[in-house]
Structure formats: C-alpha cells, structure tokens
C-alpha cells in the first residue's frame, strides 16, 4: 500500500526536478537551487512514507 507521504514525496521532487532546470534554462542560479532543495525534501518524504508503509506491514497495523 502507499503511503501519502510517497505520493506528496514525489510530487515535490519532481516539481523540484522542473524547477532546477528551469532555473538552469534561464539562468536563475538561486531558482536552479531552490529545484535541488525540492527534490531533496520530496526524496526524504518519500522515504520516509516507505518506512511507515513497512513498519505498518511487519506490525500488521493498517
């Protein structure tokens, strides 16, 4: 099953991953890092959203 937070997780890195090469087409460094901040955030959400799912399969709580 998925977790919210995966699907909020990856969401947030792929507008992160929009964001950073938008930045680097323009030439917005500081937007350009704002896109790899996002896709940082959006990873460890998601990760986390996976360690619930599974800690929730091994305690059989759902």
């Known amino acids: ?3 919210k937070n995966e699907i909020s997780g990856a969401a ?5 991953k929009v964001k950073e090469a938008a ?4 030439g917005n460094g500081r937007m350009e890092a704002d896109g790899k ?5 959006g990873k460890t959400e998601k990760n986390y959203g996976k ?4 800690v929730k399969d091994q305690t059989g709580t759902h």
């Open 1 to 3: 099953m998925v977790d």
């Open 23 to 26: 930045g680097k087409v323009t």
């Open 12 to 16: 947030k890195e792929l507008g992160g």
């Open 37 to 41: 901040m996002d896709q940082v955030e």
């Open 51 to 54: 360690v619930k799912d599974a």
